[in-house]
């Protein structure tokens, strides 16, 4: 009997010992707090050895933290809705919607309206993704490339109508088929005091020490209001989806519709206002795109809503994963605005020296294919770096988009998707 009784134990696979192993692999504050600190001694090291400043110069994170904020914001939208089971792959339009409302409202009425007008833009289109998923069973993979292409047309023609029409208002304040007038600028913040200080350790290149105070010093420095309000929204959809019972109603959507509808949760108005945010903050995300640079342009939003996606994979799902997706991703998007190809060319022996790293790992867990393989890129871009000085430009214009295949595919195997995420439901179907 005693053998029938350990028998099921030593052979269950999902019990202890894999609660243990779960628990030991789990990314917990400390382990978060850790990395952070071995990727700035890794950056602090890359910069003594290639000279290139710009990886913790208080510049490139304050452009870096500018071009984040969009692509948090979408990947924040895509998180709301996808918690609550639905796809939406029309981040980008939605992005769209609001960056042009935001040029149509800022530049009479300032900067703060145009991004109150860009969430509401943005939530227009949440809502009609809403009703073809939730009300009609369109596929949502469908419904978001609509989206999209009814985004780009519709800003596309009423811009030549409202912008470049010959005698308006708009016109002759600046705009044309392609933009709108220019408007005011948003207010920013600097904290006085800690911010020449910050800045003036930085000057002084010290290992470290002065990496650190570029950062820091950056997010202390002519920081935009909307960064502080992207930052704010991050907190609040934290504590709004994982500590309130409106959350948990929310995500129980996304993984069981049918158990939810059968505690009471009206599984279509929880859909339809997860939708309607994700719009809403993708909408900012765009406005944010015109207000920083005081203008709608047509194509402005240039694949970030996609990015934002992306970030919301890498992230799991969890605002705290957007968040640090959304910085990697800015980060590399702000060499665009900067010419980094000298900077952009120092990490491709960062990036060699990571893919080492993983090799290490690979074969040492027996895939030795893999391990080859990452020996191999490691190898050929080592050589890259140690040949050239610089990197093209057009190769640092792609950089983000590189990133986000690397990052992905690097964090697939620990991805994990809420259940019933793009899946058919109708009221009542478990009954």
């Known amino acids: 009997m005693s053998q029938n009784l350990t028998a099921p134990v030593a052979k269950d696979p999902g019990g202890k010992g894999g609660r243990l192993a779960a628990a030991r692999t789990k990314l917990t504050y400390p382990k978060v707090l850790l990395i952070i600190a071995g ?133 002759q304040a600046g705009g044309n088929d392609k933009q709108s007038p220019p408007m005011d ?55 709004v989806l994982w500590r309130s019972s409106f959350g948990l109603r929310l995500r129980s959507c996304g993984e069981s519709p049918v158990a939810a509808e059968s505690l009471g949760v009206n599984v279509y108005t929880y859909k339809y206002a997860a939708v309607i945010v994700s719009g809403a903050l993708a909408g900012l995300g765009g406005a944010f795109l015109a207000i920083y640079v005081h203008i709608y342009q047509d194509g402005q939003t240039g694949g970030r809503g996609y990015i934002g996606l992306a970030t919301m994979i890498f992230g799991n799902w969890r605002p705290g994963g957007v968040a640090m997706g959304a910085g990697l991703f800015g980060f590399m998007d702000a060499f665009q605005l900067r010419g980094g190809g000298t900077t952009v060319h120092a990490l491709l022996l960062l990036l060699a020296v990571l893919l080492v790293g993983l090799a290490v790992w690979k074969l040492r867990g027996g895939h030795r294919l893999q391990g080859i393989a990452s020996i191999a890129v490691a190898a050929l871009l080592a050589l890259w770096y140690a040949t050239t000085d610089t990197v093209p430009l057009e190769i640092v214009s792609v950089a983000p988009y590189i990133a986000t295949l690397l990052v992905l595919s690097l964090a697939a195997q620990r991805l994990r998707a809420p259940k019933a995420i793009g899946k058919a439901y109708r009221r009542g179907q478990g009954k």
Not at 124 to 150: K, Q
Not at 216 to 224: M, P, W
């Open 185 to 239: 600028d948003m207010p920013t913040f600097t904290v006085p005091g800690l911010s020449d200080w910050l800045l003036s350790i930085e000057k002084h290149h010290w290992f470290l020490v002065s990496d650190l105070a570029g950062i820091l010093g950056s997010l202390v420095t002519n920081v935009s209001w909307l960064a502080v309000l992207a930052a704010v929204v991050f907190v609040l959809s934290f504590f």
């Open 39 to 171: 990727a700035l001694v890794l950056l602090s090291l890359l910069r003594v050895v290639t000279g290139a400043t710009d990886l913790t110069g208080s510049g490139q994170y304050t452009a870096a933290l500018n071009a984040a904020v969009p692509i948090g914001l979408a990947g924040l939208g895509g998180l709301w809705a996808e918690r609550s089971g639905v796809i939406n792959i029309g981040l980008e339009g939605m992005m769209m919607l609001g960056a042009f409302s935001a040029g149509f409202v800022g530049w009479e009425y300032g900067p703060w309206a145009a991004a109150l007008a860009g969430i509401l833009g943005g939530a227009l289109g949440g809502l009609i993704h809403a009703i073809a998923t939730v009300t009609f069973g369109v596929d949502h993979i469908i419904s978001g490339v609509a989206v999209n292409i009814m985004a780009l047309g519709l800003t596309q023609f009423l811009a030549k109508l409202w912008f470049g029409a010959e005698g308006s208002a708009a016109a």
